[in-house]
């Protein structure tokens, strides 16, 4: 049994601030990478940020400096810190665990974020 959810997006303005969360309920998986992805409608899903279990961290381009990704691995909980949001960030951001030995990802549902101008 897998379950992902993800909460805390809403509407921000311009150059405010959200803290996403990602809580996992998983059995039998332990979770190696953990990572944030966002789409439009219409748009590819892109990588946004991920954490590996040793706390390496890798963010998009379009996010270094401003998002920051941290994890609980004994909670199998994720959190994403956006700050200095653009409107470009408006997406629905969604939440993947990995784990290595199955070779299988769980992803949540998505939470929406809107910025706006």
């Known amino acids: 049994q897998v379950h992902l959810t993800e909460s805390g997006g809403g509407l921000v303005q311009s150059g405010g601030s959200l803290r996403l969360s990602c809580a996992a309920s998983?059995?039998?998986?332990?979770?190696?990478?953990m990572a944030w992805y966002r789409q439009s409608p219409g748009m590819t899903r892109d990588l946004v940020a991920s954490?590996?279990?040793?706390?390496?961290?890798t963010y998009a381009d379009s996010v270094k400096g401003r998002f920051t990704v941290s994890r609980n691995s004994a909670k199998n909980t994720m959190d994403l810190q956006m700050s200095n949001l653009k409107p470009e960030d408006t997406a629905v951001y969604l939440c993947?665990?990995?784990?290595?030995?199955?070779?299988?990802?769980?992803w949540g549902l998505g939470t929406q974020v809107t910025v706006s101008s």
């Open positions: 998983i059995s039998n998986y332990p979770i190696d990478t």
């Open positions: 993947k665990m990995r784990n290595d030995w199955s070779d299988r990802d769980f």
């Open positions: 954490i590996d279990k040793s706390g390496g961290t």
